[in-house]
């Protein structure tokens, strides 16, 4: 695939997260994708791998974060991409809120998202997810 397309499937994968278009998303990844988010201490930190962890991690982020995400550049070269972004937020279960400046390494193959690694302000959000002792 060209980079220009890989971009724009790279693209529409965030339209589809901004929609909350879980159908969307999920057609825009291969059955065996591994998406990575670093960090402890908060909901969304682990691999997930396949639909069932994308499933899953799209469940666990609806049920615990309030966030809007806005993808600002993307860079492309062969099957990667990466996406340097904002996102802000709050995590529901301490009422905190957080702002997180971000990078997306993605890889697509054949149209379809294979690999995801974030590159993230793990201390922002752990920061936001931990409860006080006040």
Excluded at 110 to 128: F, H, M, P, S, V
Aim: glycine letters at 8%.
């Amino acid at each position: 695939m060209s980079i220009e397309k890989n971009i724009q499937t790279v693209k529409d994968f965030f339209a589809a997260i901004g929609r909350g278009d879980r159908e969307a998303l999920l057609a825009l990844v291969t059955e065996d994708i591994e998406w990575i988010i670093p960090g402890e201490d908060w909901p969304l930190a682990g691999t997930h791998r396949g639909h069932d962890g994308v499933t899953d991690l799209l469940e666990t982020a609806s049920r615990s974060v309030e966030t809007s995400t806005e993808p600002r550049e993307f860079v492309a070269q062969g099957d990667r991409v990466l996406v340097v972004g904002f996102a802000k937020g709050k995590i529901k279960a301490t009422n905190k809120t957080f702002r997180d400046d971000w990078v997306f390494a993605i890889t697509v193959r054949n149209g379809k998202l294979t690999n995801i690694r974030e590159y993230i302000d793990t201390q922002a959000l752990a920061r936001a997810a931990r409860v006080s002792n006040a």
